[in-house]
C-alpha cells in the first residue's frame, strides 16, 4: 500500500495543502493527530467584567467599543486603542506589529479583549487576545472564555500556526470529535471518574470552566500510562511465555557451603532478593531481572550467590562491570571467598594479557562451568561462551540498551540480573524497565553508622584542613575527589595534581597519593592497594574512584568543587566511605555562587542518606528524558502525562492493566479489539513522532 501523500488535514476548511504539509513534519497526519495535539497551557478569561469593575493585575475579558485608535512613537512605535463600554475607558497597547493591528481595528467596531489588566494613568492591557464582535452572533473564540494556548514552533509562527488558529479549527471541526470512538472498558471509566474520549478530546480543545478540565485530563494522563503498561506488560508476558530458557534445576552446593562460611549473616533484604532470584532460575523461562540497592548494600554478594547457581548447575557465568578497578575488585572479592573451592574465576578485561586471554576463550569454548568477572570492552570482542548460563551487569545506568542486547545476544537463552546502585524512582522503573521484574534491597548490612554530610565553601578551608587533619592523627583515611571535567582530561590532571601537591605541603607527616584516569591499570591498581592496605593516609583522585573501592577505614570525603557534580554522581561518591563501624564525614566544598539547581543539589545531599529520594530529587532536576533518556528507552513519548506529576496514575493505570491482561494475556476477547487496535497504533507512533519544542 502506497501512502497517500496527501494528509487528510488539508481538506479542513482554513488548513489547506501548505499548512497541511507543515503539521505533518511536526508529526500531526491525520485527524486523530490533530485531535490529540493537546494546549501546553490553559488561562481563565471567563470573567467578563464592565470596565468600572477593574482592579489591577487580574485576568479579565472586557466587552466595548472603539473610540480611538492609532499609532504613537514612544522608545518603539506601538498602536494603541481606546475602548469604552459605557463604565469606563481602557487602552490596549501592541508593541509589535502596529502596523499590522493600525488596519484591523476601526473606531466604531465592537471588540472583547482578554488579558492582564495594568494601571497606569488609567486601565491598560498589553497584548490583549481579541474578538472582533462586528459580525453578529459571531461566537467569543479567543475571549470571555478559557482559552487554550498551543504548543509552537518557529515554523508554526511563521505560517501563523497559533494559538488562535488552533482554537479556529477546532471550533469548527467540533463533530468531527464524534469520530473517535471509545476504546476503554466502562469499568474504568467509571472507577477513575474519566471523561470518555470524544467529551475528553473536546473538552481539552473547547473548555468551558477551569474545573472542567480534570476528567479530561486525567482521562489522556491515564491514556498514555495505561496504553504504555499494556505493551510493556504484554510483552513481559509474550517473552515469559515463548522464550526458552535454562531451568537451573539443583539447590546450588557452593551456594549453601558459602553462605555457611560467611563471617556475617544475610540482611533480610538479601534474604529475600535471593529467594526472588533463585525462583527466577529455577524456571525454564529467562530471567529478567533488575536489582536496585544503595551503594553498599550488599548487590555484589547477590551477584555471586546466583552466579554459583549457574555454576553448579554446569553453566558459565560473567559479570561486567564498568570499570576496569571495579572489575578488578569484583574479581579479587571473588578469589578470595572462593579459595578454598574448585570454581574457575578469571578476569577478562582490555588489559587482560593475549595469552591469558587465549587461554580463558579456549577453557570458554568448552563446556567447563567458570565465572568471568569482565569489563564491557572485552564484549566486544568475539568471546565464545560454550554454554552461558548467567549474565549480571553491574551499575547498569552506565551501560547503554544496546550494550545490554549485545551482550544478551551471547546466548539468549541466559538469565539476566541487572544490577544498579543509582535507585531507579519506582516511577521510571515501572516505565523504562517495565519489562523487568525488580527486586530491592532496602536495607544495610548492620553496624553501619550514618554519614554526616556537611557544605562548606572556599572560605571555610582552615577549618576543613584543621578537621582533616585530626582525622589523620586518629589513624583514619581521607578521600579528597576533584571532579572530572571531561573536555579537558588536562585540566583537570592538573587540579588534582595541585590538590595533591597542597596536602603534601599541608601534612608532610603523612603519606599522601594521587590518583586519575590517566594512570595505566596496573598503576591505578597499585595506588589503590597501598591505600586499601593504609599505606597511603589521604588520597587525591578524581572521580575515578566513584565506583566500588571498599576501604572500611576511610572516614573522610572531601569533595572540591562539588557544584559540578552530578546528584547522583555525588551520592555514588558518598558511598565510597562510610563502609566500616566508624563514623564518616563528607564535605562538599563549593567555590562562588551557585545556580538554584546546584544549590538544591547540594542540600539534599545534606539532608539526607537516603538514595532513592536523592534519585527522586535527581529526576525532579534533570526531567526524565535527560535521566535515562527517552530514545534509549525505547518507548513512545506521552502525549500528555508527565511521569514525575501524574506518577500517582501511573500506578493506578499499571494496575488497570494487570488486571485486563490477567483476563485476557492476548486481548483476544472480543471486547478489547478496540483497545488492541489502540495499544497497537501507540506502540508504532514511536517510530514517527517528533516533538515540538
Ligand atoms: P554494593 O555492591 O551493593 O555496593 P557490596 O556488595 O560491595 O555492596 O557490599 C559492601 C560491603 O558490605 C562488602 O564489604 C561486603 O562484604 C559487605 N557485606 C555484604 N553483605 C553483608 C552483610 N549481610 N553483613 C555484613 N556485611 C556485608
Ligand atoms: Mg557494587
Known sequence: MTENLNSELQ???????????????????????????????????????????????????????????????????????????????????WFQGADYFKDRFKVGEWVALSGKVTFFRG?????????????????????????????????????????????????????SFETQTEFYPQSILKKHKLAPLTEALYTLHNPQTMAGLDPARNRIIHEDFFLQQLILLRTRHLHHQNQQGIAFEKPGFTLSRLYN?????????QKRVMREIRADMKKPSPMNRLLQGDVGSGKTLVALMALLIAVDNGYQGVIMAPTEILAEQHFYNFQRLLQDYDIPVSLLTGSTKAQTREFLMAD?????????????????????????????IDEQH?????????????????????????????????TVYGSLDTSIIDEMPPGRQPIVTAWRNETQEPSINKFIGERLAQGEQVFVVFPLVEESEKIDLQSAAEGFERFSRLFPQFRIGLLHGRLSGFEKDEVMRKFAAGEINLLVATTV?????????????????????????????????????????????????????????????????????????DLELRGWG??????????????????????AWLEKARQDAGEILAGDPGLEKEEHQALKNAVNLFARRHLRQKRLS
Open 398 to 430: 552506565r551501560f547503554g540498551v544496546s550494550q545490554r542486547t549485545r551482550l544478551m545476544g551471547k546466548n539468549a537463552q541466559a538469565d539476566l540480573l541487572v544490577m544498579t546502585a543509582t535507585p531507579i524512582p519506582r516511577t521510571l522503573a515501572l
Open 261 to 269: 562460611d560467611l563471617p556475617f549473616q544475610l540482611t533480610e533484604a
Open 123 to 175: 486601565f491598560q492591557m498589553a497584548h490583549p487576545d481579541y474578538d472582533r464582535l462586528g459580525e453578529e452572533g459571531e461566537e467569543l473564540v479567543n475571549t470571555g472564555k478559557v482559552l487554550a494556548f498551543y504548543p509552537s514552533t518557529e515554523l508554526f509562527r511563521k505560517n501563523h500556526l497559533t494559538s488562535y488558529f488552533f482554537r479556529r479549527i477546532f471550533q469548527q471541526i467540533r463533530d
Open 626 to 647: 535527560d535521566f535515562f533518556g527517552t530514545r534509549q528507552s525505547g518507548l513512545p513519548e506521552f502525549r500528555m502525562a508527565n511521569i514525575i506529576r501524574d506518577r
Open 364 to 392: 570458554l569454548s568448552r563446556e567447563n562451568p567458570h565465572i568471568v568477572v569482565g569489563t564491557h570492552a572485552v564484549f566486544e570482542n568475539a568471546v565464545h561462551f560454550k554454554n552461558l548460563g548467567l549474565v549480571v
Open 11 to 93: 481538506f479542513i476548511k482554513g488548513i489547506g495543502p501548505k499548512r497541511a504539509q507543515i503539521l505533518k513534519n511536526a508529526g500531526i497526519k491525520t485527524l486523530q493527530d490533530l485531535l490529540y495535539f493537546f494546549p501546553r497551557k490553559y488561562i481563565d478569561r471567563s470573567q467578563i467584567l464592565t470596565i468600572d469593575q477593574l482592579l489591577p493585575d487580574q485576568e479579565v475579558t472586557v466587552l466595548g467599543e472603539i473610540k480611538h485608535q492609532g499609532l504613537r512613537y514612544a522608545r518603539t512605535r506601538q498602536f494603541y486603542m481606546v475602548l469604552s463600554d459605557g463604565h469606563g475607558y481602557l487602552e490596549a497597547i
Open 545 to 617: 574512584i566513584e565506583v566500588g573501592v571498599d576501604v572500611p577505614n576511610a572516614t573522610v570525603m572531601l569533595i572540591e568543587h562539588a557544584e559540578r557534580f552530578g546528584l547522583s554522581q555525588l551520592h555514588q561518591l558518598r558511598g565510597r566511605i562510610g563502609r566500616g563501624k566508624k563514623k564518616s564525614w563528607c564535605i562538599l566544598k563549593t567555590v562562588g555562587e551557585l545556580t538554584d539547581i546546584a544549590r538544591r543539589r547540594i542540600e539534599i545531599m545534606t539532608e539526607t542518606n537516603d538514595g532513592f529520594k536523592i534519585a527522586e530529587v
